[in-house]
């Protein structure tokens, strides 16, 4: 969410930016609606005074004109708190639609087509074999069931077995361990929030479509209906960001530098046939994330927008799988996103890259929708600026791991950094 006072200075840069996300957003409404909302304030707060100053004289009202004026006033007020009502809700709404600004250098475009490639390390391994993609190389070796996945889940579901079991976990904690030893603290938070959590986040309502609503979410232990609606979260970012929600920092606590391990789920409804079989998008999943809220200055979040990337980019190269980092454009990049990129890793299966990683800096969007302050050296109230980044998600992480490390016997050798977890260095049906 943008402060009203820079969309009134600054309506022409908000508006651009409504345009270059391809979103419908009507600025002058939502600026006439701040006019008359003020002026309703101002009339409300006119007519409370008047009311004060009138209730003195009452008791010495002989004729009645003071008390008849008395209820004229309130009446009045009445009517405006009505009014006042109705013209709030639909600011408020708009306001809750108006997409942060972006950063000079993002590329412009509707989609992904636009992202622009900005680094690109190792080189894509060429095989003198025939390749197996991920499912053909999981069903081989006993390490993914799809099928069986599909008959309990319904569609992308999914079983991960026996040596992918234990790939899964050894990828994800391997990650937990780096991200820690990097200074985050480890958070495990509620995969269960309210509604104020997500649209904290900005996945409401942007992306209500995609995110699951429990059908009981608080039910009495009598069986009674009771409390707010509850959602599942696509990723730990919302709990890490709403664990801060209504806090205000000291600037001498930031950076404030935070990690979670979440299971995550996502109906992927804006994602009809596409990516239909394998690993690569699915409903639930396994996410290790990284959160941080610094100071409100923009050289200081873009220097931890490199940052984190960097520590993405570090764990790929451990792993020695081939990646490239791209530039996301104004139209691939989320309503709060000032700038952002996505790492991409190759998939020799898609012959191509496949995003595994995204990395984003929000500035104070998400951290006036949920309230996150911090008061400077010299008692300023400000409100942080807050970014995120996915350290590893599993188990699309597998996809690129299994396809680049399978060999010609139809064997899978294990990453160097991951064979102290497993206690083996191939993976081979039924010999481990």
Not at 54 to 72: I, V
Request: with cysteine.
């Amino acid at each position: 969410m943008l402060d009203i006072k820079f969309i009134r200075q600054n309506s022409d840069l908000v508006k651009d930016a409504v345009k270059k996300k391809f979103m419908k957003v009507d600025i002058d409404r939502l600026l006439a609606l701040d006019e008359k909302r003020r002026r309703l304030i101002q009339e409300s707060e006119t007519i409370k005074a008047a009311q004060n100053k009138l209730s003195k004289s009452l008791s010495a009202d002989k004729n009645g004109l003071a008390l008849k004026e008395s209820k004229d006033l309130k009446e009045r007020f009445k009517e405006l708190e009505k009014e006042l009502k109705i013209v709030q809700a639909e600011y408020d709404d708009l306001m809750s639609l108006v997409p942060n600004i972006i950063s000079p250098d993002t590329p412009i475009g509707p989609d992904d087509s636009a992202n622009k490639e900005i680094f690109k390390w190792g080189e894509p391994k060429k095989f003198d074999f025939k390749i197996k993609d991920h499912i053909e190389l999981g069903q081989d070796l006993d390490i993914i069931d799809t099928e069986t996945g599909v008959k309990i889940s319904g569609f992308r579901g999914y079983y991960l077995k026996n040596e992918g079991a234990m790939l899964h976990l050894a990828i994800l904690w391997y990650c937990w361990e780096k991200i820690i030893k990097a200074g985050f603290k480890p958070l495990i938070g509620p995969t269960l929030v309210k509604n104020f959590v997500l649209f904290g986040s900005g996945h409401f309502p942007f992306g209500k479509e995609e995110v699951y609503q429990i059908g009981n979410p608080g039910k009495l232990a009598s069986g009674q209906e009771g409390g707010e609606p509850l959602y599942l979260t696509g990723t730990s970012e919302p709990t890490l960001l709403a664990y801060f929600s209504d806090k205000t920092l000291n600037e001498n606590d930031l950076p404030i530098k935070v990690c979670g391990f979440s299971q995550c789920y996502r109906s992927e409804a804006g994602s009809y046939g596409k990516d239909t079989r394998g690993l690569y998008r699915l409903h639930e999943f396994v996410k290790v994330e990284q959160v941080v809220l610094c100071k409100n200055n923009l050289e200081e979040s873009n220097k931890w927008l490199e940052e984190m990337r960097r520590i993405s980019e570090a764990i790929l190269r451990d792993l020695e799988l081939p990646y490239r980092v791209v530039q996301n454009s104004s139209g691939d990049m989320g309503a709060g996103k000032y700038k952002m990129f996505d790492i991409e890793t190759w998939m020799p299966s898609r012959a191509n890259y496949g995003e595994t990683h995204s990395d984003s800096n929000l500035t104070d969007w998400q951290a006036r929708r949920l309230n996150i302050k911090y008061k400077d050296n010299e008692g300023k109230i400000n409100f942080v600026h807050a970014l995120n980044n996915t350290v590893i998600a599993s188990p699309r992480i597998l996809i690129a791991v299994l396809e680049n490390y399978q060999q010609k016997d139809g064997s899978v050798l294990v990453p160097k950094v991951l064979q102290k977890y497993l206690g083996f260095k191939k993976i081979v049906r039924g010999k481990n």
